[in-house]
């Protein structure tokens, strides 16, 4: 009886120890810091954003740690910049190049741009058919103080314009020719014409039985299309990296009749933009250069609103050329 008793005391312990563990709450698991820490890359490339992106999608560029403190407005409209940038290719015309190659290899870089990335583009044509169209127009603008190339990509919105320089040749023998092309994209950010980086490229061999110049053509089209990936990752790269300080708006105000009301007007200003920046005045016209996060649209209302704080109320937009606005004081 003993035995049995025991035994039954035993079996007892083992359900209550049983009971008591299953009871017991598994270890508190460590909770995810609900703040996102975004940091910054030490080689050029793409950010990335903390998140997965879809199937066969590249994950969407994000903010270097060297911004600063962005607002999450600021972050997403730097994010959308970044991702949505707009470009216009032409060649160096004092390359000497003959402007059929020219035309070839424009013409391939669009194709890739409208092809591969679904963005619309401004073709050979109708640039060569500005330059002489809008001459009268950027003779009166900037009195030539700017490229005709750089006035024309900023009149269409582009963020980057290409500039190709390319050598091509052929050979061969009727039936038989070959080709082989090489040069650069030099890639320039549109608001200043300051040079972003350069990329060399070269054809593979090419043949053709037609014709030597259908070889040419065939090494220029195979040279560029191979390019422009690269050309297209590297300028995203190189304008995030430019960028730390914003966006950049240039400002012409035409008749702010003295320095001190210019001075004043850029306090304005500077309560407004992440940074404000005098690049020239004369009573005739005061150049300001507005670094920001922002979509055209508001740095044009910042700019009403701060001239409205220092008395000039009626001071009117002239007109606006890619990321530059001219404004007349109205005084």
């Known amino acids: 009886m003993r035995k049995n008793a025991l035994s039954g005391s035993a079996i007892l312990c083992l359900i209550i120890i049983s009971l008591v563990s299953c009871a017991t709450p598994p270890p508190p698991q460590p909770t995810p810091n609900a ?18 992106p879809a199937p066969g999608q590249n994950p ?12 999450p407005e600021e972050q997403s409209f730097l994010v959308n910049y970044l991702s949505r940038l707009s470009y216009m290719v032409y060649y160096n015309d004092a390359s000497g190049v003959d402007p059929r190659f020219a035309k ?3 013409a391939q870089a669009n194709r890739y741009l409208i092809e591969k990335m679904g963005l619309s583009v401004i073709d050979f044509d109708q640039i060569e058919r500005n330059k002489k169209d809008q001459l009268e127009a950027y003779q009166a603008e900037t009195g030539g103080s700017i490229d005709m190339i750089q006035y024309l990509a900023q009149k269409y919105n582009a963020d980057v314009y290409v500039e190709i320089d390319i050598k091509a040749s052929g050979s061969g023998i009727p ?8 040069g650069t994209m030099k890639l320039f950010e549109t608001s200043t014409a300051i040079l972003l980086g350069s990329i060399a490229f070269t054809s593979p061999p090419t043949f053709s039985p037609v014709s030597q110049d259908s070889a040419v053509a065939n090494a220029i089209a195979a040279s560029v299309w191979q390019a422009m990936p690269k050309m297209t990752e590297q300028s995203k790269a190189l304008l995030a990296a430019s960028l730390s300080r914003g966006v950049r708006y240039e400002l012409v105000a035409q008749k702010i009749p003295d320095a001190k009301m210019v001075s004043q007007f850029i306090k304005a200003l500077s309560r407004k933009f992440r940074e404000v920046e005098q690049l020239s005045f004369s009573p005739g016209e005061t150049r ?30 002239v007109y606006m050329r890619g990321k530059s606005f001219t404004f007349n004081s109205g005084l």
Do not use: C, H
Request: charged share 10%; proline share 10%; no cysteine.
């Open 35 to 52: 703040k996102v820490i975004v940091q910054g890359i030490s080689t050029p490339g793409m950010p990335s954003v903390p998140t997965s």
């Open 288 to 317: 300001i250069a507005l670094f920001v996060f922002t979509a055209k649209a508001k740095v044009q209302e910042a700019i009403y609103d701060a001239a409205a704080t220092v008395l000039m109320p009626d001071m009117y937009l």
């Open 104 to 106: 070839m290899a424009v």
């Open 175 to 182: 039936g038989s020719w070959n080709g082989s092309a090489q």
């Open 60 to 71: 969407p560029p994000t903010v270097p740690a060297s911004y600063g403190v962005l607002s």
